[in-house]
């Protein structure tokens, strides 16, 4: 399998497992059994059971906030993904118009949600620790900054 195709299955996993904690998981679910039974002769039932069983995963993984499970979930489905980009090259222009529906404002440049584990290590025993996901100018709104 070429490089694309591999990173293609990547993204198409870290976008499924994402859309596993979100209010929009029924359709996406739904499209993601249809694009692995499509061509594939797999039952479209077994397939959206085998994705609850996996959301069920994750979402207690999310609450625990264990992220361990949530990465075995997302090598998993991207392991299958591969498979099927592997066993038909043609579907990866479907996994990238899935991608975008999964994603729909990622062109136009929203944010893009998801789970952030920090670890602080070192050898302080006191001291003072930011963490920041964006950190930008503030303005007081006359042009003065604060």
Sequence with gaps: ???????????????????????????????????FSRDSGGDEDVLVGELEEARAE???????GDSETTADVRTEWRSRLRRRLAADPA?????????????????????????????????????????AGSVGQLNTGDGRRP
């Design 1 to 35: 399998m070429d490089a694309e195709l591999a990173a293609l299955a990547a993204a198409g996993a870290t976008a499924l497992v994402q859309q596993m904690v979100t209010e929009g998981w029924t359709q996406a679910r739904d499209r993601v059994a249809r694009f």
């Design 91 to 131: 579907a990866a222009a479907e996994l990238r118009d899935l991608l975008d529906e999964l994603a729909p404002d990622a062109d136009a440049g929203a944010p893009q949600g998801g789970d952030t584990y920090n670890h602080i290590s070192g050898g302080v025993i006191h001291g003072t620790v930011i963490q």
């Design 58 to 64: 994750v979402v207690a993984a999310h609450d625990a």
